[in-house]
């Protein structure tokens, strides 16, 4: 077990910690459920269709490493809607050879996304589904970017940012961790002028 916990911490950017394991347990259910529960009703299929795959890969990112460039905001929203985008895209151009579909989707969203700066690797799978997803996906077309991509990734920032901003070892995003450093360091400073007045 501790030859374990060693190379955890070699390889995670997260502190190894009970507090942050919980965090980080409460803030993927949370997601997941929400996600499945906000798209349940909207083919009218109980099989949650809508809860995406990629979903449970961007759920490990932003919930399991908050400090991961590919975890960021723009990242996540973003990755995902040109993911989506290309997928779809690549479906209605190429349907009909799903090979050369898929492999356009993947390696076409991964060249925009590096491109756009907006690299989250989740994204390649969403374009994957767009391409190779049940009929019902197929026939959302478009409508597929908006939801459940774009409403899925919503609801997962969402959370994110409550959850991740809940416990004081953790901040997410990291632009929302470096304004609370500026604003903690202005508030020390005013209050230690006050107490030398």
């Known amino acids: 077990m501790n030859f374990f916990l060693k190379q955890f911490k070699k390889v995670n950017q997260e502190k190894l910690d009970k507090e942050n394991l919980i965090w980080s347990w409460i803030g993927s259910f949370l997601g997941l459920i929400a996600i499945s529960f906000f798209h349940r009703d909207f083919l009218e299929d109980g099989d949650l269709t809508l809860v995406l ?26 990755g995902h809607i040109i993911s989506a985008i290309i997928g779809v895209s690549s479906y209605k151009l190429f349907g009909d050879n799903l090979l050369l579909a898929s492999a356009l989707a993947v390696s076409s969203s991964i060249l925009a996304m ?11 799978a969403t374009a994957l589904i767009a391409v190779i997803g049940t009929p019902q996906i197929h026939e959302l077309g478009y409508l597929f970017v908006i939801v459940p991509v774009f409403s899925g990734a919503i609801i997962l920032f969402l959370i994110a940012f409550i959850v991740n901003n809940i416990p004081k070892n953790r901040a997410y995003p990291e632009s929302y961790k470096n304004y609370l450093k500026r604003h903690y360091r202005r508030y020390k400073r005013k209050k230690l002028k006050s107490k030398k007045s």
């Open 114 to 124: 590096q491109l756009t700066l907006t690299l989250h690797p989740p994204g390649g």
């Open 53 to 78: 795959a990629s979903f449970g890969a961007s759920a490990v990112l932003i919930y399991g490493s908050v400090n991961s460039p590919l975890a960021q905001p723009k990242n996540l929203i973003f």
